[in-house]
Antibody, heavy 123, light 106 residues
């Protein structure tokens, strides 16, 4: 079955960096676009970034553009999120998510999500 | 940027009730609209995509409708497992979520 497992969260000081990973299994990883979505404590969902199936296209939300970088290693079935210049407002649970299978629209909703990893930015 | 606004923010209902949640987009998103259910401490679960298409495995008591800027999620007969927070998401231009609607026990 499809599995997405995030790791790399933790407590980090403001201004520092952190890299999240999302290990995938149960599907052809190299065929799907993948996303990062976050949820601040007690708040709603915020889409952050997408990377195309082959890594050639990447798009970001304005809130993280220039600070966060999405990447993937199709040989390792792993998605990454490099987070630099972290701020208190980046404190959230970070989810990776997969495009809906059989999706034929220009963009797709997300049919599988990881369990999330908590990032806390605090001094 | 496309803004998504859900109403109400909180909804109190009883088992067996018919429940409707509304989602409005700041500009047309055609039918590129999804609905998710999220329970406390868990990842969101896709319920509906393309405004009205039911995701595999989702009970038929869930249905979606609408196009353009106004959409609804309806639960025909609320079950105990349905008490959760529901989010709409547009995927016409990048991706944007509504702020969520919490369905709680009356």
């Amino acid at each position: 079955q499809v599995q997405l497992v995030e790791s790399g969260g933790g407590v980090v000081q403001p201004g520092r960096s952190l890299r999240l990973s999302c290990a995938a299994s149960g599907f052809t990883f190299s065929s799907y676009a993948l996303h990062w979505v976050r949820q601040a404590p007690g708040k709603g969902l915020e889409w952050l970034a997408v990377i195309s199936y082959d890594g050639s296209n990447k798009y970001y939300a304005d809130s993280v553009k220039g600070r966060f970088t999405i990447s993937r290693d199709n040989s390792k079935n792993t998605l990454y999120l490099q987070m630099n210049s972290l701020r208190a407002e980046d404190t959230a649970v970070y989810y990776c998510a997969r495009d809906l299978a059989r999706c034929t629209s220009p963009a797709c909703p997300f049919d599988h999500w990881g369990q999330g990893t908590l990032v806390t930015v605090s001094s | 940027d496309i803004q998504m606004t859900q109403s109400p923010s909180t909804l109190s209902a009883s088992v067996g009730d018919r429940v409707t949640i509304t989602c409005r987009a700041s500009q047309s998103v055609s039918s590129w609209l999804a609905w998710y259910q999220q329970k406390s401490g868990k990842a969101p679960k896709l319920l509906i995509y393309k405004a009205s298409s039911l995701e595999s495995g989702v009970p038929s008591r869930f249905s979606g409708s609408g196009s353009g800027t106004e959409f609804t999620l309806t639960i025909s007969s609320l079950q105990p497992d349905d008490f959760a927070t529901y989010y709409c998401q547009q995927y016409n231009t990048y991706w944007t979520f509504g702020q969520g609607t919490k369905v709680e026990i009356k």
